[in-house]
């Protein structure tokens, strides 16, 4: 038996004193809940990947054997990702602690294998993450540059960093504030726009690795 809802959560998440709890505000609009900070941070690494267009928490339930009970199981989130040639495809994710999983295996297991079955005949994946998969540069990265998407366009600054960078070809964002403007001062007026070009992905920076003033960047397409 499944409810499968991509509006709303097909389960609300309560505040917690035993647990972080809170909301994740997504680029698209809206935001979603989480209910550990594993959680928030998977949230917050979807919501960066351009290649995600779809993001639901708590997306259905369904119903499974257990011994000789029934109950009832709510993966965490639903996402709809771009593959590099086009293809839309879409992949639920459990995230959980990588000791607890190996600790409940046995309790976890019926209900994993019940979620690959419904995910298998819908056409979508069924993956589980853990810290490993989660705690990466990439995340820090967002983190890091998510604060800066919103911020007011500089329009001139842009214009100056993203044409000097063409004349460098690729560079370093230190190297980059440096010809672009003369004084520490202008320099450290642009940083804020440099990092919102890059969070926007209109500099391009290999975010997979810990972002830093010596990190390479280059123009997209360059």
Known sequence: MIRLDLKLPVREIKTSRRSLTGRVSLLGGGNATFESSLERDWLISLDFDPSIQLVREQPFSLFYKFETSTRRYTPDVLVEQVSPCGNIFTIVYEVKPRDELIKDW???????????????????????????????????????????????????????????????????????????????????????????????????ALLDDNLTMSSAIWLPGD
């Not at 976890?108 to 810290?131: D, H, L, S």
């Not at 998510?146 to 500089?154: D, E, F, K, S």
């Not at 100056?160 to 003369?182: I, N, W």
């Not at 450290?188 to 969070?199: G, Q, S």
């Open 106 to 204: 046995q309790l976890y297991k019926p209900r994993f294998k019940a979620a690959v079955n419904y995910c298998r005949a819908k056409g979508w994946r069924f993956k589980i993450v853990t810290e490993k998969e989660i705690r990466t540069p990439f995340v820090r990265n967002a983190k890091f540059l998510r604060r800066y998407r919103h911020l007011p366009v500089q329009q001139l600054v842009g214009d100056q960093l993203r044409y000097t960078l063409r004349a460098l070809g690729e560079t370093t964002p230190q190297a980059l504030l440096a010809a672009a403007y003369l004084t520490n001062e202008l320099q450290m007026t642009a940083v804020p726009e440099l990092w919102r070009l890059i969070a926007s992905r209109k500099i391009a």
